[in-house]
């Protein structure tokens, strides 16, 4: 079962494997995705700020740019200005 709770300044999504979700973010808004390995984060609007909870590294993702997620754990995705990305 998909669970998505909205908040003001946050996201809270926990997708199933094989499903695919889009969302937008207005800037400033965080977004965090659970138990993300296997998944393939692709940025479609705007910029987007990846922190992964494993990595010492963020990424910063512009439209058309993707990361795939190798680790289970935490992923934290903040909207630099508005954007917009997918997860599958």
Known sequence: MN???KYPTA???????GSSLAEE????????LDHGKGKHLV??????WVTLEHEGND??????????ID???RV???AL???AFKVA
């Open 43 to 48: 940025c479609t609007a705007g910029r987007l």
């Open 59 to 68: 990424h910063i993702l512009e439209p058309n740019q993707s990361l795939d």
């Open 11 to 17: 996201l809270l999504v926990h997708a199933l494997a």
């Open 25 to 32: 973010l207005l800037p400033g808004q965080v977004e965090t």
């Open 76 to 78: 934290v995705i903040s």
């Open 3 to 5: 669970k998505i709770a």
């Open 81 to 83: 200005n508005a954007g």
């Open 71 to 73: 680790e289970n754990g």
